[in-house]
């Protein structure tokens, strides 16, 4: 399976943090930040929204001096065991603030072995989850989340998966069109949130944006009531823009 790689916003986002998180573990003792805008090259403004970033996802910490010296989630991910524990903690942590910063329930997916499989997500009374009435392995044609991770492949891939799951009709807008849906796949920009405008459900609308950390095709989504699709777009942008730390989660 090969992919398309076309970075994102996030994707240069983490690329930059991870120039930053090196340079700082390099200091055991501690580094300024002006040693590390001098090793990176990374302009004040950038780097300092960068180690805002960092700090508050624990990646780095400051000491008394104000020099920076790495953080426990950075030591804890980085370390061999307990990793998938770890990893599965900042996830959820980092899911549940995003739940409550974009106002909705939001999910990973990931694209493993050939099929879509949503493997952690964050929701509550206020901002309920998508009921999966349908399984999403059999729904990607429909799912906001199976769209996104179909993008990733290339054009063999997306007809590999297709061939293996018959595309029914959950809802009157949901795409049975083999073409048009490769059409549609083929023509999203990776920058642009995938949406699912009761494609898969009446009465949900959901978006979708790539996370994909080398090989490994993943998402970052969120779903909403019909009746809150007016806020689709802010809240995909939102997750657009928030999909960073979860990326950098991925890729430590």
């Known amino acids: 399976m090969a992919l398309r790689h076309e970075p994102t916003a996030p994707y240069h986002s983490v690329q930059d943090a991870l120039r930053v998180l090196e340079t700082v573990a390099r200091h055991t003792t501690g580094v300024t930040e002006t040693e ?15 180690l805002r ?27 061999a065991e307990g990793r998938e524990e770890a990893l599965r903690e900042k996830l959820q942590h980092t899911l549940d603030r995003l739940r409550d910063c974009v106002g909705a329930a939001v999910y ?22 998508v009921n999966e009435w349908v399984d999403f392995r059999c729904s990607a044609h429909a799912t906001a989340v199976g769209k996104s991770l179909l993008t990733q492949l290339d054009h063999d891939g ?18 049975t069109s083999d073409r048009l849906l490769l059409s549609r796949l083929a023509s999203q920009p990776p920058t642009v ?11 949900t609308v959901c ?22 699709a007016h806020r689709l777009r802010r809240a995909a942008d939102a997750l657009n823009r928030s999909a960073a730390p979860v990326l950098l989660s991925l890729t430590i």
């Not at 780095?60 to 104000?66: K, L």
């Not at 949130?193 to 009465?203: N, W």
């Open 207 to 228: 978006a979708a944006v790539p996370i994909t950390a080398g090989s490994s095709v993943g998402c970052l989504a969120l779903s909403l009531p019909v009746e809150h």
């Open 108 to 129: 990973i997916s990931r694209y493993i072995d050939g099929e879509v499989k949503v493997t952690q997500y964050a929701d509550s009374p206020a901002t309920p989850k």
């Open 158 to 175: 997306r007809r590999d998966h297709l061939a293996r799951h018959k595309m029914a009709r959950l809802t009157s807008r949901t795409i």
């Open 53 to 79: 970033m960092l700090r508050r996802e624990a990646y780095v910490e400051q000491i008394a001096d104000g020099a920076y010296v790495t953080g426990a989630a950075f030591a804890r991910l980085g370390s």
């Open 36 to 50: 590390i805008a001098r090793e990176t090259g990374l302009r004040t403004e950038r780097l300092t929204t960068l």
């Open 193 to 203: 949130p995938v949406l699912d405008l009761q494609e898969y459900a009446v009465g």
